[in-house]
């Protein structure tokens, strides 16, 4: 599985594999979209009764995650970081699904304030 850009390798992995290549949206990070993906994969391999039961029961987590923590986040900043001895310290914009899990969870994707660009 690949994206469209991978269109010249496409000969050559098909033969190893079978291949499919999917055009992602171009007008948003591809984990705006996750959701989408996900079902694109699964409705390719045949699964979509279990990808919605996955999806079903994220969006039961993340409905448990808000009643938990309720709105004691909702005037903070957040930074989702992570610190790995191959990368160092990684700063998660807010496109990314780390950071889109905490908008979902925890604070309000209008209210947050989150790095839009890494500042090094």
Partial sequence: ?????HEKAYPML???APTLLTQ???????????????????????????????????DQQIAQVKATI???YANKTISVTQV???YGIETYTKTLFQARFYQNSICNVQNSKMLSNLVV
């Fill in 1 to 5: 599985m690949g994206w469209d850009h």
């Fill in 14 to 16: 098909s033969q190893i």
């Fill in 24 to 58: 992602p949206n171009r007008e948003a990070s591809a984990w705006d979209d996750w959701k989408v993906y996900f079902r694109f994969v699964a409705e390719s391999l045949g699964k979509q009764d279990i990808a919605q039961q996955v999806l079903d029961k994220y």
């Fill in 70 to 72: 309720g709105n004691q």
């Fill in 84 to 86: 790995t001895e191959e």
